[in-house]
């Protein structure tokens, strides 16, 4: 059985969202998410605008997703072989950077291939929150 793995905060769920999951899921026959939780959040610089609670809740219902889980650490490579997952996948605004091309190495060492996926053009849910605030004037933090 492949099992696959990716993470997120995934606040303002979006279509983006799903096409990542979507094409995920098409390559591996169990697909496991990790939410990121409000603490962790918090220690990216950011707030989450929902709660960790009802994100995983969104994400576990997605009919693509075998299983949602929270993400409490940054450690990809450790869930990954906590999950017995074969892939990562990720977003391929990554791709290329001094801090993925070491990752590729380490993961590789562990059999465990990183796949990257394109962004969905036109959408993040950095730029829903900004064209709320912009538009509807919500103070959005």
């Known amino acids: 059985m492949i099992i696959g793995y990716t993470t997120g905060v995934y606040d303002l769920f979006h279509v983006g969202h799903l096409n990542l999951f979507k094409n995920a899921r098409g390559m ?4 496991v998410v990790g939410v990121t939780v409000d603490e962790l959040v918090q220690y990216k610089g950011k707030k989450a605008l929902i709660p960790f609670e009802d994100r995983i809740e969104l994400v576990r219902s997605c009919k693509y997703v075998d299983a949602a889980v929270p993400q409490y650490d940054m450690d990809k490579l450790a869930a990954c072989k906590k999950l017995g997952a074969t892939y990562l996948f990720v977003g391929d605004d990554w791709f290329g950077t001094d801090k993925w091309k070491k990752y590729e190495e380490e993961f590789v060492r562990e ?8 962004y969905t053009k036109g959408i993040s849910s950095t730029k829903i929150t900004e064209s709320l605030r912009n538009s509807h004037g919500l103070v959005l933090k």
């Open 111 to 118: 059999g465990i291939h990183i796949v990257y996926f394109p």
């Open 28 to 31: 591996c026959d169990r697909l």
